[in-house]
């Protein structure tokens, strides 16, 4: 088998008139192998990046209004639906200014819901004043003796015939809310006095606020099964007692199971005299 001598051996190159061949510097192949990739990776990011900024523009470029340069959205397609229903935000529009700049977002401003305006009064005429709720003024006439009625005379309540205006007056109390039982009745006078039971005896008295004072001027109506559509009044701190007219003397007595005392005891509150 013939040698090749076309190369000497890596040990003894200096053997017959081969020389190392030294106008080449080693690894100069892969170091431009090497460079070619490294162009040819970056000419495709470049155009990566380009393609993107491109795709970037093309919806913006559709958004300029040809004539005037003006932003407009109305050629611009919703990309979000509002929820339905009221959703108590403040609608959103676009702001008509100067063109944007390529590839910015478009601007929005929030524009506040218009509120009602207020009404004002009109000068020289004063606001119509809130209706009050009419009092109910009652007269209390007995019904055994129905020509006679409550009627305040020296402080104290007795069964009277009416006289004259003065006697109408006396005789219509203004019918509230019990003062220590809502559900119940409290009578007062013209003068400002309610009617309360002091030792056992129906007067007239300025109101003095202790919580005795309200419950003796406190009287809850009962149906009386004597008469038909007359009432009784049950004392609040006394259960059991009514007041009752008795020498013509308006009085607070325990309950009894008589005829007299049921007519007695029954009056018919209708409305004020007076």
């Known amino acids: 088998m013939p040698e090749d001598k076309s190369r000497p ?26 460079g070619v990739l490294a162009v040819a990776t970056i000419i495709a990011c470049v155009a990566a990046i380009a393609a993107t900024d491109n795709e970037v523009d093309a919806p913006s470029k559709t958004a300029k209004d040809e004539g005037s340069g003006l932003i407009s959205f109305s050629s611009q397609p919703a990309t979000t639906l509002p929820p339905e229903g009221e959703s108590g935000l403040s609608p ?54 129905p020509d006679r009625y409550w009627h305040v005379n020296d402080g104290y309540v007795a069964l009277d015939p009416v006289r ?18 809502s559900s119940c009745y409290s009578f007062t006078t013209h003068d400002g006095k309610y009617l309360r039971h002091r030792n056992f005896v129906l007067r007239a008295d300025r109101n003095d606020g202790s919580s005795l004072f309200k419950q003796d001027a406190t009287f809850c109506p009962r149906d009386s099964s004597y008469y038909s559509g007359a009432k009784m009044l049950e004392s609040v701190n006394y259960p059991g007692y009514f007041l009752r007219h008795k020498n013509f003397v308006v009085r607070l007595e325990r309950f009894e199971y008589s005829s007299l005392y049921l007519q007695d005891s029954s009056f018919r509150l209708v409305d004020g005299l007076a």
């Open 9 to 34: 051996p890596q040990d003894r190159p200096w053997e017959n008139g081969w020389k190392l061949d030294t106008s080449r510097t080693p690894g100069t192949r892969r170091l431009y192998l090497a």
């Open 92 to 145: 959103v529009s676009p702001t008509a200014g100067a063109p944007r700049q390529q590839g910015s977002t478009p601007t929005a401003r929030v524009t506040a819901s218009p509120k009602p305006p207020r009404s004002t009064p009109t000068k020289g005429t004063s606001p119509k004043p809130k209706p009050k709720p009419s009092a109910t003024y009652r007269s209390v006439r007995s019904v055994n003796y």
């Open 164 to 181: 004259g205006s003065e006697s109408r007056e006396d005789s219509t109390f203004k019918q509230v809310k019990g003062l220590a039982n």
